[in-house]
């Protein structure tokens, strides 16, 4: 169907004004300097998911440039994976700007806005974290990063890996007390957490292996094996380090009917 018969529709009441906008966000596109990115400014419309930029094998001024277009439209981003040498730079240059970063902990993301009111708002779900060790904190924290710009509350719970498994029981008993609607698990090594937790609950858990570990499994294949070899049904895992991946994937689960 093409924009004529779109809006012939819609004049004669047989669509609606959102069914009208749902149509053209698919070619909404703002074009940045030469070549350098199209954004897709209308995702969030489109699919409740905000565009979200990759920082890694970015120059410094293209990454600028795209995180100012994004903030320009929507008045947050999320950047991710941002590479060590630049985090300094991109801090100063928004704190001299006087914008709200939340860095997260131990984390190579930033989530960039004006103020609490540009964010979305709370729809209502609810996102539990769990990370299995303190090295693993900074892909959990990427994944709070993500749940914010999705509208969801989050619930953590950090350093509570099977070896120590009393941790993670006492932490599923307050994110089922919660009321959580999914719950990320973030584990390296043998990447066991996922499993354990999906055992334990009746909502979808999205494993995230972590790139920590060494010898036979080490930098996060044994951990993503693990978690796509599972016999503990409700457990899904996204690619390694992708925390972004499964803090959205797990809040479109927690939004899943709610406006």
Excluded: W
Aim: charged share 20%; net charge positive.
């Amino acid at each position: 169907m093409d924009l004529r018969e779109i809006l012939i529709e819609y004049k004669k009441n047989r669509k609606s004004l959102e069914d009208v906008v749902q149509y053209l966000s698919l070619f909404s596109v703002k074009y940045i300097g030469d070549q350098i990115a199209q954004i897709d400014i209308d995702r969030s419309r489109r699919k409740n998911v905000p565009e979200i930029v990759l920082g890694s094998h970015k120059k410094l001024n293209d990454l600028i440039l795209i995180l100012n277009e994004i903030l320009k439209n929507n008045g947050y981003v999320l950047a991710s994976k941002i590479k060590p040498s630049m985090m300094d730079k991109i801090l100063k240059y928004y704190g001299g700007k006087k914008l709200k970063i939340d860095r997260g902990i131990n984390s190579t993301s930033l989530l960039i806005y004006d103020n609490e009111t540009s964010l979305p708002k709370d729809r209502g779900g609810k996102v539990g974290i769990i990370c299995a060790g303190t090295s693993d904190i900074g892909i959990a924290e990427e994944a709070r990063l993500a749940t914010r710009t999705m509208g969801c509350t989050c619930h953590l719970a950090y350093d509570v890996g099977i070896a120590g498994i009393h941790r993670l029981l006492n932490s599923i008993v307050k994110m089922t007390a919660e009321k959580v609607d999914s719950i990320v698990t973030v584990a390296g090594m043998e990447g066991a957490l996922p499993a354990v937790t999906a055992s334990l609950v009746n909502v979808p858990v999205i494993g995230v292996p972590v790139s920590v570990g060494y010898g036979y499994g080490s930098n996060g294949r044994g951990a993503l094996a693990s978690m796509l070899q599972t016999c503990s049904f409700g457990l899904v895992a996204v690619n390694i380090d992708n925390g972004v991946g499964g803090g959205i994937f797990a809040s479109m689960i927690a939004n899943k009917g709610r406006s």
